[in-house]
DNA sequence: TCAAAAGTGTTATCCTTACACCCATGT
DNA sequence: ACATGGGTGTAAGGATAACACTTTTGA
């Protein structure tokens, strides 16, 4: 095994979960601080025999590291670039790795997840992604930031794409755009992990508007379930894997808006969930409203056979930093 | 490396491919006749060392077997369970197989690709996804069978999603559904891979209706392709990956056709092409239309830059079959 | 002159967006 | 009574789906 040829190469597969749960109108992903790599990480661990499946696999790591059980699962993407850390087993020998990523959601009674794990805020990773009070203060410096990385030659387009992604021009924000917007900053070398993945230096002017970096590509990946997330529940009733059993409209509502980062408008909000048969009156009220109790709903089961393809399609309302 | 604690497996990736043609109105996937394997495959190989990216390594890899160059491609979905074989090495030593499949589009004069590699219609392996001419003559044998399979207990359930799949009640066909419905095929054996992943005989009765299975799991990654593609085209420009530089607009319906598999609205297309902007007239003209000639388009790159999610929000021509 | 395909104008309908307003409870 | 959040009706605008029709070429 020495030189020569092509050959097959030692390679590690790591799973990776971005776990998420939202709770108090808040949503977090689940961490574990790892002796071993530096900072803040993802629940993750490689590949085993023995498991039958890549989402067993999956399942029995995020456990043993965090003691959480997952529910919903599903595939997110697979790493395997320079958006990889390489972990080169030094040596000269060829040992990559390829991460496989991903998304689990979970509805989250938060008291009784009190273990070796932390939940942390996805907007501490992403500050710009969060428009539900207006566009985030930070915006417009990142903005200026970004534009002036504009190499001379491909000025135009990287201007264009610049406000396309970042809008603070007339075009309308899309909240979809959570990976595209993390890689532009990457690009422009403004996260710290550009640096970290060349080996550079981290620059010493400190940058309090990109947000915390997580160990590896831990946040690229997280921006990548982000995306995912915030698309998915436009036509698929993912969102109420994040519910309790029984809940408010209000609720439901806050929770779009966590995971969507932008307001949405109450009276088309609780339509479309009418309209689209998502949900059907337990017959309970929510007393500790703080005002008007308010009916307590459960989903409907049931959708997932008659409608072709249920989900919201959450419309910001204009009221505040839509556009 | 004999037995005992779950240990790191040797894993063998392999790097699969789903390359995708148009041509006069027909879709294609191209696939190779390798003497290993048995039956038409897709081409692929194992991930080796050297390659930079997962990318380059699949690029490589095409090239190597079919000569075709590729252009456009973007990753699909890591395959790794009970749907991938296993391609045990056989002694006990645990070696699964993973899969990390791509879809790839190229535009296609035809001729010029006249190598090693067969182009295969799509419709050849799913032949129910093809209702251009109304719901295929085969779709009611089908829906049958696959009612016939329903078990006692969770008859209702299955019954419901058949129809909601299949189509033939009052639902919409969903022409974005095309993985679900091969999965529920597999599952209800109806498809010949039911029975080889299980190395179970293949039932003497010929299924004519089924269509053409593939090597491996690779009729089910061209269903997962088949399902992207048919979603991404209503919100990004990719159907101008499929297209010669310049076209008209009837062979850009043709095309979104061809792989939607139902009939489209000709007004209703051409003013969303048009009022989407994606298109400009190249003033050349195209005279072998068999009737008035047709202005030649181009696809205006810009529109990546300009507006948010462009792409042909393609309906169903209630003509026929679109039901 | 006819077939065949390109290309246009117009209308009814539905969905989206936003407005304003009323209801039920705790303090 | 009033603050607070729950819950509803309705109108304007735009996108969609379908209609029928005209234009330009080759045979």
Redesign the interface.
Known sequence: MADGA????????DLTAVVVAVDAGQPYVLTVDTAEAPGIALPSG??????????AGLRAWVEAQTKCRLEYVE?L??F???TSNPLDGGEGV?H?A?S?AYLALVSMPMEQLEMQAHWLSWYALFPWEDRREGPHPLLGELHDDLLAKARPAANR?WR??VD?LFGTGQ??W?EERTLERYEMLYNAGLVDEAFRDREEPIPATPRTNSGVSLAADHRRITATAISRLRAKIKYRPVLFELMPPDFTLSQLQKTAEALSGIPLHKQNFRRLVEQQNLVEETGGVATDTGGRPAKLMRFREDVL??R??PGLRVSASRRMGAV
Chains 1, 2 share one sequence.
């Not at 092509?6 to 597969?13: C, F």
């Not at 025999?49 to 890549?54: F, K």
């Open positions: 092509p050959e097959e190469s030692r390679v590690r597969i490689p590949l085993v025999a023995g498991q039958r499946t890549l989402q595939q993407y697979t395997g670039d320079r060829t990559r390829v496989i387009a264009q794409r396309l075009l309308p899309d056979l008659e072709p393809r």
